[in-house]
Nanobody
Framework: VQLQASGGGLVQAGGSLGLSCGAS????????LGWFRQAPGKEREFVAA????????VYAESVKGRFTISRDTAKNMVSLQMESLEPEDTAVYYC???????????????????WGQGTQVTVSS
């Protein structure tokens, strides 16, 4: 299984940026795909997740209303559209996959069994 994240970069505060994650190597119909982020010196934290089949979404409170997660089942791709970015959003962003669909488990890093490499997002003030 491979998850390939892309789309990171440098953006000014208030700006927008989109991330993509290509998934391959298995069928994800019973999986949930998610995004995590890790800022320097901090723990990796949950950002958003989307159930592959039903499209149900879950967001961290810190990004709710600003970030939108979506999936393209035909392209096996998950995207994260980030709006109104803040310097506090600066982090390495990771996409990941979990066999869980219960929202209780989706926020937990240990629930995810497949991880992509990270992509850096830097928001300047």
């Amino acid at each position: 299984v491979q998850l390939q994240a892309s789309g990171g970069g440098l953006v000014q505060a208030g700006g927008s940026l989109g991330l993509s994650c290509g998934a391959s190597g298995r069928t994800f119909s019973r999986y949930t795909l998610g995004w995590f982020r890790q800022a320097p010196g901090k723990e990796r934290e949950f950002v958003a997740a989307i159930e592959w089949s039903a499209g149900n979404t879950v967001y961290a409170e810190s990004v709710k209303g600003r970030f939108t997660i979506s999936r393209d089942t035909a392209k096996n791709m998950v995207s994260l559209q980030m709006e109104s970015l803040e310097p506090e959003d600066t982090a390495v962003y990771y996409c990941a996959a979990t066999p869980y669909t219960d929202p209780t488990y989706l926020l937990l890093r240990r629930s995810y069994v497949y991880w992509g490499q990270g992509t850096q997002v830097t928001v300047s003030s």
